[in-house]
């Protein structure tokens, strides 16, 4: 099992920035890839970015490409979202995910309980 808890959401203004975090614990972190997705209300989950575990090769959705960094310290077993011009549509809940590096929520079996992010306009 891989205990997962995010944190650093909030509201912030169109054009600001909040760095999320994701504490892990349990199972060896290392093992595995780390995603951020995203669920605004009345949406499906969506994939945001996620980083891989051997090589820390990192991907990106189309929406947040070069407004979002994800990084990792393994050594913390912490994984970060670092998200910058931040717009409206980029509210939603924010979850971390712990699995397969694909960008399918189905390949992550581990889910830490969201952080809600608003971006007013």
């Known amino acids: 099992q891989v205990q997962l808890v995010e944190s650093g959401g909030g509201l912030v203004q169109a054009g600001g920035s909040l760095r999320l975090s994701c504490a892990a614990s349990?199972?060896?972190?290392?093992?595995?890839?780390m995603g951020w997705f995203r669920q605004a209300p009345g949406k499906e989950r969506e994939f945001v970015a996620l980083i891989t575990y051997i090589s820390g090769r990192t991907y990106y959705a189309d929406s947040v490409k070069g407004r979002a960094t994800i990084s990792r310290d393994n050594a913390k077993n912490t994984v970060y979202l670092q998200m910058n011009s931040l717009k409206p549509e980029d509210t939603a809940v924010y979850y971390c995910?712990?699995?397969?590096?694909?960008?399918?929520?189905?390949?992550?079996?581990?889910w830490g309980q969201g952080t809600q992010v608003t971006v007013s306009s």
């Open positions: 349990g199972r060896t972190f290392n093992s595995y890839a």
């Open positions: 995910a712990a699995g397969s590096d694909t960008g399918l929520p189905k390949t992550y079996p581990y």
